[in-house]
């Protein structure tokens, strides 16, 4: 695995930031008022379901299947949308020819890191680090009362949450030469990506046998 600073994009395509640039906006106004609702909705809905799903449902299963999906938004949303309108950060990943995996970590420079709004950016970054910060306490508490069931669902979160903070930070400091360093003890990043699509999979599979078992009973 290695890192790399070129993406992979076309000579004519806009240089990274400058399609979504907006000088207009007045100082101390969110540029993007509904990107900054976003970062902060699925994150933390999904807090707020987990501390009292108990309160709306029963079933394990449904509120495992809620939480999960909640988390694989804010997954996406933040890695791939808030992240790059927000703080002018982008980490993405591409295999190339050779099949080999390179992990791309990309900021602003120069001018058009200095539009970047205070406001926004100081939303993004205490999102981003409180909340695995949150979930580090509900994995400690679930880890002491030996709620194994409820673990795995922090786990989930602790994963999908730890890998953008991971990502942005790299993005934010990192070097060439660190990146390249680094990308080698973090294995979970390429898994994480992928795992989203198996986690949703599996959050059907299970919403389909739940209601053919229903339906069994009815008949």
Same mark, same amino acid.
């Given at each position: 695995m290695s890192s790399a600073t070129v993406p992979l994009l076309?000579?004519?395509? +806009?240089?990274?930031?400058?399609e979504d640039?907006?000088?207009?906006?007045?100082?101390? *106004? +969110?540029?993007?008022?509904? *990107?900054?609702?976003?970062? +902060?909705?699925?994150?933390?809905?999904? +807090?707020?379901?987990?501390?009292?799903?108990r309160v709306f449902t029963d079933s394990f299963i449904s509120s495992f299947i809620m939480i999960v999906l909640l988390?694989?938004?804010?997954?996406?949303?933040?890695? @791939?949308?808030?992240?790059?309108?927000? *703080?002018?950060?982008?980490?993405?990943n591409y295999v190339d020819d050779e099949g080999k995996s390179h992990w791309i970590f990309e900021s602003r420079k120069g001018q058009l890191q200095s539009r970047i709004n205070d406001r926004e950016s100081t939303i993004f970054w205490t999102a981003l680090i409180l909340t695995p910060f949150m979930w580090c306490i509900l994995f400690l508490i679930a880890f002491l009362s030996l709620n194994l069931k409820w673990l795995l669902i922090v786990l989930i979160a602790l994963i999908l949450n730890g890998s953008n903070l991971y990502g942005y930070i790299k993005c934010k400091i990192g070097t @060439?030469?660190?990146?390249?360093? *680094?990308?080698k003890i973090?294995?979970?990043?390429?898994?994480?990506?992928?795992?989203?699509?198996g986690i949703t999979s599996k959050c059907k599979s299970i919403c389909e046998f739940k209601f053919k078992h229903c339906m069994k009973y009815e008949y």
């Open positions: 076309e000579d004519d395509t +806009l240089a990274f930031g400058d640039l907006d000088t207009s906006t007045k100082k101390g *106004v +969110l540029t993007h008022p509904y *990107v900054t609702f976003f970062h +902060l909705a699925f994150r933390g809905c999904a +807090l707020f379901f987990y501390l009292f799903c988390l694989s938004m804010d997954f996406w949303t933040v890695k @791939n949308i808030t992240g790059r309108l927000m *703080v002018g950060l982008r980490w993405w @060439n030469e660190s990146i390249s360093s *680094v990308t973090f294995p979970y990043s390429s898994f994480t990506e992928c795992s989203i699509y």
